[in-house]
């Protein structure tokens, strides 16, 4: 199963989901299997004739893509060289799906927040180009999340390993301090 949704995974009869940020379900299991870095993108053509944003206050004046339903507000928050921050963002296009935020971005049509395992490519590409890397949002965690703690069958453990593993390799999803991407690297 592929969602953007959070799952009632027992109900559902899901043996194991993997969610990006912290762990709010006290009902599950959680284990750590990698950080990913997120990033703010824009396409040059969305920043053609305007302001690039040098200031997280700077996204006031600008078309934010957001991944929320079409009444919240939406916050992002930084890591700033003063400390933490959050900034209050509206933009044209609200959608609950991270592939709405990334086709919207790569069609000109605002600025994402997203994790940087989205763009990667079109990031050295140049297709994309990083926002205020001054101010990068705070790491998000990436866990594998089960019900119970008393049996986990075996494919599960199996499979948790194996993304453990193949996270700890990816550059983009492993605990290890951000690396700065640019085009051509």
Sequence with gaps: VMSDAFSDLVEEGIDLAIRSGEMTDSLLI???IGTTRRVLVAA???LRGRPRPIHPRDLATHDCITFTPATAAVNWRFQGPDGPLSVEVRGPVRTHNSEGIREAVLSGLGIGHMPIWH???EIRSGRL???LEAFEPPPVPIQALYPSRRFVPQKTRV????LERQFARDPDLNPKPARRLAPGT
């Design 30 to 32: 959680g284990k750590k």
């Design 44 to 46: 040059p053509s969305y």
């Design 119 to 121: 763009f990667t490519d």
């Design 129 to 131: 180009v990083l926002l």
């Design 159 to 162: 499979m948790i390993d194996h």
